[in-house]
């Protein structure tokens, strides 16, 4: 959503505010300095902050434009989302694809204890700076505690577990603390990690393994393409042709697969694959999905003998 791309507002429960429309609970192996499930969005303990500050732009994704910091018209009292039910409808698909890996939670109720920025005005402009630092220290976790779940990357876990606490200890400074992180940096000692247990995982795969690394994959076709343990890293893959394609234990961190059609693809082992690239991206019922993520409500809900039935 965002404006910028790659970081939509998220879709906030409408009626009750409700955990966001994310991922099945994950088994909590590896990483217990972090529960998994505090990597996952919950609205429900979240002060609506993707959807005050954070802007947006008038595009394909939003019908209008948003500064920073201001909040959108649909936000509701309660921080509930008016329009949940109707997002793609009204032409708020942004919202819809937009993961915090709860930084939301973490930054109303850890870093400003629980007092949200109504309530608490002197501190709307610093809540809403801290966010999008938290947002990517969670990805950082969720990515880390990832790694240490797969067995072959069992080489790197005591670094990966040293990484997962330090990341973990850093969310938990106050908003100026968080605020002045680099970032960049702590990512670059932390990507090579997950390079490597990726490289480890990857090696399961039989045959030649495709090196896609930051490739500008737009439109390609690649229908029934045997993607088999592949690196994707960072791939530009919007509107691709993947249906049917072989993706079992590929890597997918940061591709970009807006559009990409994933219809029959088999995503068994995909690695660092999130609910907001599902959820940008179409499929059907055929899409065969790592066991932690949701078939998003959008794919195509039946295969009929004559091609896809769009929901
Ligand atoms: S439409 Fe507005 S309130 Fe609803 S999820 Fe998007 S940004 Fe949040």
């Given at each position: 959503m965002s404006p910028q791309h790659g970081t939509p507002s998220p879709a906030r429960g409408g009626g009750r505010p409700r955990r966001h429309e994310r991922t099945k609970p994950r088994p909590d192996r590896g990483s217990s300095v972090v529960n998994r499930e505090d990597l996952r969005a919950d609205c429900s303990a979240c002060f609506g902050l993707c959807c005050v500050a954070l802007p947006f732009a008038r595009s394909a994704d939003f019908p209008r434009d948003k500064p920073a910091g201001r909040a959108c018209g649909?936000?509701?009292?309660?921080?509930?989302?008016?329009?949940h039910a109707r997002l793609r409808d009204e032409g708020y698909r942004g919202c819809t694809v937009f993961d915090c890996f709860g930084a939301g939670q973490k930054v109303s109720?850890?870093?400003?204890?629980?007092?949200?920025w109504r309530r608490s005005p002197e501190s709307a402009s610093a809540m809403f700076g801290v966010f999008p630092v938290m947002r990517q220290l969670h990805e950082l976790l969720a990515y880390t505690a990832e790694a240490l779940e797969l067995p072959a990357a069992r080489p790197v876990h005591r670094e990966l577990r040293g990484a997962l606490a330090r990341i973990e200890e850093l969310t938990r400074g106050d908003a100026g603390s968080v605020v002045a992180l680099d970032v960049d940096a702590l990512r670059g000692e932390v990507n090579p990690l997950l390079l490597r247990a990726s490289e480890l995982t990857r090696a399961r795969a039989p045959g030649r393994r495709k090196d896609h690394r930051g490739?500008?994959?737009?439109?390609?076709?690649?229908?029934?393409?045997?993607?088999?343990?592949?690196s994707l890293r960072?791939?530009?893959?919007?509107?691709?042709?993947?249906?049917?394609?072989?993706?079992?234990?590929?890597d997918l961190i940061g591709a970009d697969l807006r559009g990409a059609d994933l219809s029959g693809a088999d995503l068994t082992?995909?690695?660092?694959?999130?609910q907001a690239q599902l959820n940008a991206a179409r499929g059907d019922t055929a899409t065969t999905l790592p066991p932690s993520l949701e078939r998003p409500a959008?794919?195509?809900r039946e295969v009929s003998a004559g091609g896809v039935v769009d929901a």
């Open positions: 649909h936000l509701r009292d309660d921080f509930g989302c008016g329009i109720q850890v870093t400003f204890g629980g007092i949200d490739a500008d994959l737009m439109g390609a076709r690649l229908a029934r393409a045997d993607l088999r343990g592949a960072g791939a530009l893959l919007v509107g691709a042709d993947l249906t049917g394609a072989d993706l079992r234990d590929a082992g995909a690695l660092f694959l999130t959008h794919w195509a």
